[in-house]
């Protein structure tokens, strides 16, 4: 009887600790299609990975998630098995699309912003040469010739 109490207890400190995480899990997901650029796409991503490795490994470890769902009733083992293979694909899409985001923050991201601090410093030259001549013109030769 004792027992059956604290399982009870175990399993719904296990389903509170769940869905807490799955309502952190789903804030996350809307910051993430939120993202405004390249950047905040790839914290809110790593962020994101760093929450779901160890919900996953836990919904998957003895006496997890879906062990419980298991145990109570074998009306979802085909989606229990769905899931758990979900996981695996999840996290190789969230790893795929980081490593697309830093290489092209590195490459192409990188280049452009070089290029715009480029012609930066060329508009800047060009206005103080501008300058420059319209002081010497004005100041320098007036009554010269
Ligand atoms: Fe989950």
Redesign the pocket.
């Given at each position: 009887m004792t027992l059956d109490r604290d399982e009870q207890r175990s399993t719904a400190r296990m389903r509170d600790g769940?869905l807490d995480?799955?309502q952190q899990i789903r804030e996350m997901t809307r910051r993430l299609e939120e993202a405004a650029n390249l950047v905040e796409l790839l914290a809110g991503l790593q962020a994101f990975r760093a929450l779901l490795v160890p919900?996953f490994a836990d919904?998957e470890g003895p006496d997890g998630?879906f062990d419980l769902v298991r145990t109570a009733t074998s009306r979802h083992l085909v989606d229990v098995r769905q899931l758990e293979r979900e996981h695996a694909d999840l996290l190789r899409d969230i790893a795929a699309l980081v490593d697309r985001a830093v290489a092209c923050l590195a490459g192409p991201v990188a280049e452009i912003l070089k290029q715009g601090g480029e012609l930066a410093r060329r508009v800047r030259d060009h206005e103080a040469r501008e300058s420059a001549l319209l002081v010497d013109a004005l100041y320098v030769d007036v009554g010269g010739e």
């Open positions: 769940v995480t799955h919900h919904e998630f």
